[in-house]
């Protein structure tokens, strides 16, 4: 059962350093013991497996929080933590509808407000547009798109 805490002691230079969990204790980790191990400091916040090695209590499996609990997509203010999962994927559209960049509107609701015909489409026209669609715990789905948002940058901010 994964467990939280907060990195108390570290030692760069060694490798290794404390966490104290939930309950208080300390706990011994290894830098190979953590999934994002360039996130390590003092006073982050981890979850970890606990468990017991020849020396006491010991973590494994330590993820590293990242320090910002929100992200912003398209001026979308999302918890990390509510985000339950994201797929990236393409979609025809028709070419018309290309958001116009200068006037690029935040909320996805105002989305099709912003849409400028332009003249020299043929209106069956279409075009592969990368989407990002983002689920979250609540049961959210909220879609971005390629024209809104660096979709592969996003995804790296998701990824943690």
């Known amino acids: 059962m994964a467990m939280n805490g907060t990195i108390t002691t570290w030692f760069q230079d060694k ?9 208080g204790d300390n706990r011994y980790f290894h830098v190979i013991k953590v999934a994002n191990p360039e996130l390590i ?26 320090e910002s609990k929100y ?12 985000i339950k999962s994201y797929v990236v994927y393409s979609e025809d559209v028709p070419v018309e509808t290309r958001i116009d960049k200068e006037n690029t509107v935040l909320s996805v609701g105002i989305l099709m407000n912003s849409i400028k015909p332009k ?3 043929k209106p069956d026209e279409t075009r592969s547009l990368k989407k990002l ?11 971005f798109t390629a024209d809104e948002i660096d979709i592969d940058a996003t995804v790296k901010m998701l990824k943690v």
């Open 133 to 143: 669609a983002v689920t979250t715990f609540q049961g959210t789905t909220l879609i």
């Open 15 to 23: 490798g290794f350093g404390f966490i104290k969990d939930e309950n």
């Open 41 to 66: 400091k003092k006073d982050a916040a981890v979850t970890f497996e606990p468990t017991t090695n020849n020396k006491g209590l010991s973590a494994y499996a330590v993820k590293v929080s990242p």
């Open 71 to 82: 992200i912003y997509i398209a001026g979308e203010r999302l918890k990390l933590t509510s």
């Open 119 to 121: 003249t020299d489409v």
